[in-house]
């Protein structure tokens, strides 16, 4: 049997407390299971959004959609980890990347580091965090035993050896990191060979992890050519087919996109689907389309 759908959105726009309580509450109203906050400089810091979020909604869980563990001391991230935890009542999803963007590293005047590096701290990171937070001699301690779901996001070799060995929850971004800081969108054929690669790494997991893809385009349409226009300057690389077919963007009907989204799950083994906070509300129809299944 498949794995049940859940449905993420992340919210990256800053807000007054009222404002962040009314969106979260909106979310929930929606129907979304997870509500995420990310990690950039300019945006939300995630663990405080995490707790005002558990205080304004009842349902949902709770996620960092990802934590950049450059910007973490593992100690340190720990303490944040349990603590927000516990303030959120056992709902909190520990999401961590190596970070892409070289200029945030520069602005908060922290080392960038070479990609290799920056695995390599991550790795240190998620041990030691499952050492700390395992322990229990850690104070504060987390509600969640034997430890906070962890959501590894990426999309190079080491990162999904890395995702098979540890993660709850394998997540692609349907893109890769670009020297300049950009994300440059692969092809459906392209993200196939990761999830194969990811699927042969994680072969002798005891259970398998569930797998999540972030959503970048959501339009509700009769006419796909036409909403995808705006989008192609973005991605010279590719042709309008190619763009239409990207398992990131779902464009058409609501049956359509609703089929899609099935059969994206079938070939991709994809059941979590995270979408941009723009797109929270044009996503809401899918989410009820699909409700149960």
């Known amino acids: 049997m498949p794995r049940p759908f859940r449905f993420g959105v992340n919210l990256m ?42 205080e304004a909604t009842e349902r949902p869980r709770l996620g960092t959609f990802v934590l950049n563990a450059g910007f973490w001391n593992p100690a340190l991230l720990a303490r944040e980890v349990a603590t927000t935890d516990a303030l959120t009542g056992g709902r909190l999803e520990l999401g961590l990347g190596t970070g892409y963007v070289a200029a945030e590293h520069e602005s908060a005047g922290i080392p960038w580091g070479s990609p290799r590096e920056r695995v390599d701290h991550l790795a240190r990171t998620v041990e030691e965090l499952d050492r700390l937070l395992g322990s229990e001699e ?27 060995e540890h993660a709850d929850v394998a997540a692609f971004t349907g893109a890769r990191s670009m020297p300049d800081g950009m994300l440059e969108a692969i092809t459906a054929e392209e993200l196939g060979e990761r999830v194969a690669l990811y699927q042969e790494l994680a072969a002798g997991r005891k259970e398998p992890a569930e797998l999540n893809l972030l959503i970048q385009i959501v339009a509700i349409t009769e006419d796909r050519s036409a909403a995808i226009q705006e989008w192609l300057p973005h991605v010279p690389y590719l042709t309008e087919q190619q763009v239409l077919d990207l398992p990131i963007a779902l464009l058409g009907t609501l049956d359509e996109i609703v089929d899609q989204v099935r059969a994206q799950r079938e070939r991709y083994g994809f059941s979590y689907l995270t979408v941009l906070e723009p797109n929270m509300e044009a996503f809401g129809p899918v989410i009820e389309a699909l409700r149960g299944e």
């Open 13 to 54: 726009q800053p807000a007054t407390a009222e404002e962040w309580r009314a969106k979260c509450r909106r979310a929930e109203e929606l129907g979304y299971d997870v509500i995420l906050v990310p990690d950039h400089l300019g945006m939300p810091a995630p663990f405080p959004s995490l707790v005002a979020a558990a």
């Open 138 to 164: 850690h104070q504060p301690q987390a509600m969640q035993k034997p430890r906070v779901p962890l959501l590894i996001g990426g999309n190079g070799d080491r990162m999904l050896k890395l995702a098979a």
